[in-house]
T-cell receptor
Framework: DQQVKQNSPSLSVQEGRISILNCDYT??????FLWYKKYPAEGPTFLIS?????DKNEDGRFTVFLNKSAKHLSLHIVPSQPGDSAVYFC????????????FGKGTRLSVIA | NAGVTQTPKFRVLKTGQSMTLLCAQD?????MYWYRQDPGMGLRLIHY???????AKGEVPDGYNVSRLKKQNFLLGLESAAPSQTSVYFC????????????FGPGTRLTVT
């Protein structure tokens, strides 16, 4: 049973436009969420995170929105650049105990010049 | 700082052979993790460790063993490799659990024939 779901395996966006990547979760105990970015032949790298006490966190071109009632979060990239083309993983964890992160299956973003 | 390093980068095994993957981190992190990534499956946790001398099972631990004899190293062993273990393996480390970001190594591509 997937606790973290990324229902879109892939997404194509024109350069300069907004990219919106979505993530849904089922476990109501999750209260910390992260996005990772992965280029081919490299390990994932941390991009941005959000705690459940917030509904928005912004870092430059990247903004993560959290809707706790809907158990949904989204990553907005604006403006999108060709270098943003990568696989994006959503991850979640409860903020207590030693339970590791649970990752979604990822969404492949292609930004077309 | 080298961050997280993995040895080897590539390996081909025959069914039934054994091997050990080495992960090393120089960030003095307490937590270390082993993941496998398969097409369409995202990152799945194999085993993890919350400190030197400790190990715990993740989502897909069968067929693997791990050891954390030194804080900076986390070893993943395959006792009798199977074609189903063909995958890309990533090691990661973090200062703590949950709210702390994980730093990933570059990956090891393993093929079992």
């Amino acid at each position: 049973d997937q606790q973290v779901k990324q229902n879109s395996p892939s997404l194509s966006v024109q350069e300069g436009r907004i990219s919106i990547l979505n993530c849904d979760y089922t476990n109501s105990m999750f209260d910390y969420f992260l996005w990772y970015k992965k280029y081919p032949a490299e390990g994932p790298t941390f991009l941005i995170s959000i705690s459940s006490i917030k509904d928005k966190n912004e870092d430059g071109r990247f903004t993560v929105f959290l809707n706790k009632s809907a158990k949904h979060l989204s990553l907005h990239i604006v403006p999108s650049q060709p270098g943003d083309s990568a696989v994006y993983f959503c991850a979640a964890s409860p903020n207590s105990g030693n339970t590791p992160l649970v990752f979604g299956k990822g969404t492949r973003l292609s930004v077309i010049a | 700082n080298a961050g997280v390093t993995q040895t080897p980068k590539f390996r081909v095994l025959k069914t039934g052979q054994s091997m050990t993957l080495l992960c090393a981190q120089d960030m003095n992190h307490e937590y270390m993790y082993w993941y496998r990534q398969d097409p369409g499956m995202g990152l799945r946790l194999i085993h993890y460790s919350v400190g030197e001398g400790t190990t715990a099972k993740g989502e897909v631990p069968d067929g693997y063993n791990v050891s954390r004899l030194k804080k900076q190293n986390f070893l993943l062993g395959l006792e009798s490799a199977a074609p189903s273990q063909t995958s890309v393996y990533f090691c990661a480390s973090s200062y703590g659990g949950q709210a702390y970001e994980q730093y990933f190594g570059p990956g090891t591509r393993l093929t079992v024939t």
